[in-house]
């Protein structure tokens, strides 16, 4: 999978990232001094990066996709969806506290989610298939946190940092998507006494499961795709918003229910 010409600089891009995620330290971007550095290569390192938190007992348990909405386009100043790999270490339930003293500078964002009943994968599958394949469309929250310098990156650098995965929130009451309308449904998000942000599911390329066929579309020229059992976040709705220690976090989705996450009172 490594082109040997490249393998020496994306081990030491990985392991410049695992070191900056275990010692929550933020790190310069790749890509400006690295033109050679392109998407193949920053997805190569992305997967060495799961497979090596697989080796260490952090299995993958689904996907997410990045930089559906405009939104999020906009804020981070970069114009593509990328997809990034979930592991169960990443998982929060509810009511658990988020620990910023494990995380670096981690913003939160609204998502929807859906629980697959069935694997997907090519080239050519559509929303139509996505929607058949879905099991469950949950309401959900991620945390982003960046290993870049003031989540400062290109669109290469971002996809090898796994796409800023950190951690993510799915309420665990999910509907079957005959029972919900993904693109109207609605969420309004406040961190603390912030200002409130809020969109619908059409945010995420008009519809989440369109977004879902494009990325599938991507994944299967990646030799990869979505399995059965798996989760997938469908990219988040709104800006994302930074997470003040001690702040409590309130999505609430028109018709999937409120998600609540308290941050911890120090970092
Ligand atoms: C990249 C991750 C984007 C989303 O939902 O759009 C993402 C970032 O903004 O750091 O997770
Ligand atoms: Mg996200």
Redesign the pocket.
């Known amino acids: 999978m490594v082109t040997p010409a490249h393998a020496p600089d994306e081990r030491a891009i990985l392991t410049t990232i695992i070191a900056a995620e275990a010692e929550r330290r933020e790190i310069p971007k790749f890509s400006a001094e690295r033109p050679e550095f392109d998407l193949d290569a920053a997805y190569r390192v992305q997967r060495a990066g799961i497979e090596h938190r697989a080796a260490s007992g952090r299995p993958r348990v689904g996907v997410?996709?990045?930089?559906?909405?405009y939104a999020?386009q906009e804020?981070?100043g970069v114009d593509a969806p990328?997809t990034?790999v979930l592991t169960e270490d990443m998982r929060l339930s509810p009511g658990e506290e988020l620990r910023l003293d494990e995380l670096i500078h981690p913003k939160v964002?609204p998502?929807i989610a859906f629980v697959f009943a069935a694997p997907l994968a090519g080239e050519d599958v559509t929303a139509a298939e996505v929607r058949a394949a879905v099991l469950s469309v949950h309401g959900a929250v991620?945390i982003?946190d960046?290993r870049y310098l003031n989540?400062d990156?290109e669109l290469t650098d971002?996809v090898a940092d796994n796409?800023?995965?950190a951690r993510y929130l799915v309420l665990p009451d999910g509907v079957a998507p005959d029972s919900v309308d993904v693109i109207a449904e609605a969420v309004t998000m406040r961190v603390g006494q912030g200002t409130p942000v809020e969109a619908t599911g059409a945010a995420v390329m008009g519809d989440p499961y369109e977004a879902v066929a494009v990325a599938v579309r991507a994944l299967a020229g990646r030799g990869d795709g979505i399995r059965a059992g798996e989760l997938v976040?469908t990219?988040?709705l709104t800006a994302?918003q930074l997470i003040e220690p001690g702040s409590t976090t309130v999505a609430e989705f028109s018709t999937l229910g409120t998600i609540q996450l308290s941050a911890s009172a120090t970092r």
Do not use: H, P, R
């Not at 997410?64 to 909405?69: E, F, H, P, Q, R």
């Open positions: 997410k996709l990045g930089l559906t909405s999020k804020q981070m990328i990034g964002e998502e991620e982003i960046s989540f990156f971002v796409a800023s995965s976040l990219g988040a994302a």
